[in-house]
């Protein structure tokens, strides 16, 4: 049968049922959604003298559920305007609709009655054949059909994302004896491709495969911290980052969840699981008993593990819970000897080797918590899932984890790390000894460009299934035609070549844009075309601050606007050689990043990207040709009878306040993306992707653009107008004086500077503008006060 789906019915408006019909949206889908009308009136709908049957009423808890859905932060939806695609209703009202939907996905609450009661309303009215899924994480799915017919089961099974939606890569997957085998194909297809998941297919057990492993790994956290006298601050440092996990490291994603959340969570595990040998982990210490009963559950109560508050000069600060006396007290600054040695390891994998290697309390909280994961894990199979590499992808796009526990276990070495688990008691199952027997020495290896697991059953390795058409920037250093310290050309295939590049920060200094133009240059000569992008975790953060920074303090302005006119040079690279470019964005893609995206000839986007011009945060204007591509996009899309000022405002304030698009989809309302530019839901097959619309603008006959000299700008006449805006804005308090000045530098450029009357120059005309204004503005001390609150905070100065 040949599905297609069109029209989502999603059953229950909580926090989850509500995102995940914002996430249909996002992907195009018409969305239905439903709850429970309620029995009673609230006293504002009798004084308004509503009945129980207006549909207002009927439609309150649907309604205010899914306005405080749309309020959340981080959002979930793409774009305010897709907000349309989703209507509302009521189980009484609307159900008989779902016999229109092609997929009707249950969300209510995590009880069996009331969800059985739900199927028999559905069982009523879908069609035949008919997708439905149930998204809980509690349930057994395979009880969840019993009684319904035999075409309700065929079509039936578990569909488990994570809080947010949008956001977490990881769709458990969960058939039941009865479902349909091509009906589990087409999820895991349909998740991959259009909702941009990371799809696992998974066994019928309690809490599936992500909250089963990575719950069990949060608690072992708490029990190696109890163990090793460590506090919330120390735990939550050696818990982030440097071990490739969120910045909310431990207790701070506690307190995002929700306490109560974690305690529900573990509570049932061990109910349910009576036979697993690590099954005392879910017994939750006193400690969080205690929380609980307090309810410091987190966010949602104000306090958790941390708590805002105020200090005596009226200033926020956050303050950390002593679980001893359950006091909040100041943050106490963490540092270990262990992860002093790491900050020069930029490679994660390398890193694991001296955390677990550590000689103070660092390493061995390190090796007792890394230890007890593997064991864990490794005791998994064959209970939740016979393959290794699903463990690990949904750890991965669960908790957002770089690494999962077997690909920790390879980085730390598998042998090295038996050897130190039977010293510790850990003593891994036997399926890892016979692995090691055979002579296979680790979990996951590269053949042909391709990664490999090894399979317990045959003891050999196999690809991954379903990662087949991904390109994996990792798995072909065979393929790597150039490098140098901080970047690299990677060959596609096919007549592709990618460009990437690894600085901190994914910043653009001088090596890399080195690199930018080697791999334009081998393009030209040998290529097709060129890919620029990368698989990290964001695009980039801008320009090499320090080094503007330091040029700018000693008064070097020859260094600086050399620079200015390197970068302006290889970006307009892009926009023209002889061969088509395209530029893949993804997450933060900031300053410089975005000018590059700009000059693309085709951008391939990620749909989370988070891309602005942000320069004036840092007292400066986008000298990159970014203030010059977004006044030439406005004159080129002008037509006769345009108010032309209009559409260069919007452009102007959009640098002027440093706004950054929230998504793909809103950097396209901003100008930012064109319309022909494409978004990749599933950052994963961004690469990919790109590499085929570079193949397709090479196999259509790309011809090299010719640059610009018919900009029309509208000089005096233009800088009246914005800095009178401007002017108000400051007689308001909304800018500064040096906000001011930024923004006469920006107008300056997007009218073509001293011209007196509206005209056309040509893109380097504008180029020379913006490096004179850019120049300029780092001889200013507020700027420079600027540039170092970034550069020692992290901090933005409005100064």
């Known amino acids: ?153 065929k079509n039936f099974a578990g569909t488990h994302f994570f809080n947010p939606p949008r956001y977490l890569k990881l769709f458990e997957i969960i058939p039941t004896p009865h479902t349909d085998p091509e009906v589990v194909k087409f999820l895991m297809h349909y998740g991959d491709l259009y909702l941009g998941k990371t799809t696992v297919l998974c066994k019928d057990t309690p809490a599936f495969i992500g909250n089963r492993v990575g719950v069990w790994g949060l608690l072992k956290v708490i029990d190696a911290m109890r163990k090793f006298d460590l506090n919330v601050d120390e735990i939550d440092k050696l818990t982030g980052p440097v071990i490739g996990r969120p910045k909310s490291a431990t207790f701070r994603t506690s307190d995002l969840v929700g306490l109560d959340t974690l305690v529900k969570v573990a509570n049932n595990l061990r109910a349910a699981l009576p036979n697993d040998e690590g099954r005392k982990m879910f017994k939750l210490p006193e400690i969080v008993n205690q929380l609980e009963k307090n309810k410091w559950l987190g966010d949602k ?48 994998k390398d890193r694991f080797k001296v955390l677990l290697a550590g000689k103070d309390k660092a390493g061995d909280f390190y090796r007792d918590a890394f230890y007890g994961l593997f064991q864990y894990a490794s005791n998994r199979i064959p209970e939740i899932a016979d393959e290794l590499y699903k463990i690990d992808d949904a750890i991965c796009a669960g908790f957002g984890w770089e690494l999962g526990p077997f690909e920790t276990w390879d980085a730390v070495g598998v042998e090295k790390a038996i050897q130190g688990m039977e010293a510790s008691g850990y003593k891994p199952a036997q399926w890892v000894y016979d692995m090691i027997t055979s002579g296979s020495k680790s979990f996951y290896k590269v053949e042909g460009g391709k990664r490999q697991y090894y399979d317990i059953l045959s003891k050999a390795y196999k690809n991954i299934p379903g990662k087949e058409e991904f390109i994996i920037l990792e798995n072909l250093s065979n393929n790597i035609v150039w490098k140098n310290a901080e970047s690299k050309v990677t060959d596609l295939g096919d007549g592709v070549i990618d460009f990437s590049w690894h600085s901190k920060s994914y910043t653009l200094g001088s090596s890399v844009i080195e690199g930018l133009n080697k791999a334009i240059d081998l393009a030209e000569k040998d290529f097709k075309g060129l890919v620029v992008g990368h698989q990290g975790a964001d695009f980039s953060l801008g320009a090499n601050l320090g080094l503007v920074f330091m040029f700018a303090i000693e008064q070097e302005y020859d260094e600086i606007d050399f620079m200015v006119r390197q970068f302006q040079n290889s970006v307009m690279r892009i926009r023209y050689s002889s061969v088509p470019v395209v530029v893949a964005p993804h997450g933060r893609t900031l300053g410089g990043g975005c000018e590059m995206t700009l000059h693309s000839d085709l951008a391939q986007a990620a749909a989370e990207t988070y891309i602005g011009l942000v320069e004036v945060g840092v007292g400066l204007i986008p000298g990159g040709g970014g203030t010059k591509e977004l006044t030439k996009r406005v004159s080129d899309a002008l037509e006769e009878g345009d108010v032309e000022l209009n559409a260069l405002q919007n452009a102007f304030m959009n640098i002027a306040t440093a706004k950054v698009a929230l998504s793909a989809e809103e950097a396209r309302e901003m100008g930012i993306l064109r319309t022909k530019d494409r978004i990749s839901v599933n950052k994963d097959r961004q690469i990919l992707d790109a590499k085929a619309a570079v193949i397709e603008l090479a196999d259509a006959g790309y011809t090299m653009p010719v640059q610009a000299r018919n900009i029309k700008v509208q000089g005096r006449t233009g800088m009246a107008l914005f800095m009178a805006g401007v002017q108000g804005m400051r007689m308001g308090n909304y800018i500064s004086d040096h906000d001011m000045k930024i923004a006469r530098w920006i107008a300056n450029v997007m009218c073509g500077g001293d011209l007196s009357y509206p005209q056309e120059v040509s893109e380097q005309y504008l180029l020379d503008l913006e490096r004179e204004a850019f120049v300029s503005l780092t001889g200013e001390k507020k700027t420079l006060e600027r540039i170092q609150s970034i550069l020692t905070g992290g901090k933005p100065l409005r100064n």
Not at 10 to 22: D, R
Request: hydrophobic residues 35%.
């Open 1 to 153: 049968m040949k599905r297609s789906i069109r029209k989502v019915a999603v059953l229950g408006s909580g926090v989850m049922g509500s995102a995940i019909a914002c996430h249909f949206a996002n992907i195009g889908c018409q969305v239905m959604l439903l709850d429970i009308a309620p029995k009673e009136l609230t006293d504002e709908e009798k004084a308004k003298g509503l009945t129980p049957e207006s549909k207002v009423v009927k439609n309150r808890i649907v309604q205010g559920s899914f306005d405080r859905s749309i309020k959340s932060n981080p959002g979930p939806i793409y774009s305010k305007k897709f907000i349309s695609r989703i209507t509302l209703g009521n189980f009484e009202d609307d159900m008989p609709k779902i016999k229109d939907y092609d997929w009707i996905l249950e969300v209510v609450v995590e009880n069996l009655d009331i969800k059985k009661k739900v199927y028999e309303q559905v069982e009523k009215f879908r069609k035949p054949g008919t997708l439905v899924t149930s998204n809980t994480s509690g349930i057994p799915i395979h009880l969840m059909a019993e009684g319904r017919s035999e075409d309700f089961k």
């Open 301 to 348: 109560t104000g306090q958790g593990f941390y708590k805002k508050s105020k200090n005596a000069k009226g200033e926020t600060e956050i303050l950390t819970l002593d679980l001893k006396s359950l006091e909040y007290k100041p943050k106490a600054k963490a540092k270990f000897a262990t992860l002093e040695t790491t900050k020069t390891i930029d490679n994660l």
